[in-house]
């Protein structure tokens, strides 16, 4: 059980650049910061709370966006679980529908929590998890990370491991095999 809560999930290489073709809105005038979620995830309720303080640390400084995926041939409503609505109480943030995965396959996303932040310009700044392991909520390098970033506007860790569900195993998808906890 250790030895699994400890275990990173595949992170995808993320575009350097915005992808043009992305769906989801682009705030020139601030850094942008997306979080890709599987909504049957519990390992990515950590990630949303590790979100919402640092969020609270920079009021208005930072778009930010939760992209909650929704796989092919699901029913209605099917990704509106709590996880999307505690993503969506988080004040300053605004969530997605990822239908079919499409904008995670954009970004490179492969697993729940998988989070991204570009700078105004559109480039990469960070990737990566924001807690230390599955489920666990607490001072991280990735949320370190991501302050140093809005704060000195640099930082050395500028990819974290991701602590969370696969995006796109069929099991995942249809909410029967996430999270073995």
């Known amino acids: 059980m250790t030895r699994y809560a400890n275990s990173p999930g595949s992170g995808g290489q993320a575009p350097i650049g915005w992808p ?18 599987h909504p049957r995830c519990p390992c990515t309720r950590a990630s949303l709370g590790e979100l919402e303080v640092f969020l609270a ?10 992209v909650i995926l929704k ?27 990822d ?6 396959r ?21 990737q990566g998890g924001i807690t230390l392991s599955r489920g666990h909520a607490g001072d991280n390098p990735g949320r370190s990370a991501l302050q140093e970033l809005l704060r000195e506007g640099h930082s050395s860790q500028v990819k974290t491991p991701v ?3 696969s995006l796109f195993e069929t099991d995942c998808q249809q909410g029967g095999g996430v999270c073995k906890r």
């Open 57 to 66: 640390q920079f009021p208005g400084q930072i778009s930010a966006r939760v």
């Open 71 to 97: 796989p092919a041939e699901t029913v209605t409503n099917w990704e509106k679980t709590d996880l999307w609505r505690k993503a969506s109480s988080i004040p300053d943030v605004t969530v997605y529908t």
């Open 20 to 37: 043009a073709e992305s769906q989801i809105p682009f705030d020139a005038s601030r850094p942008t910061l997306l979080m890709f979620a």
């Open 106 to 126: 954009r970004f490179h996303a492969e697993t729940s929590g998988q989070t991204l932040l570009y700078d105004r310009s559109g480039t990469l700044q960070f």
């Open 163 to 165: 602590f969370g569900c």
């Open 99 to 104: 239908n079919a995965g499409i904008e995670a």
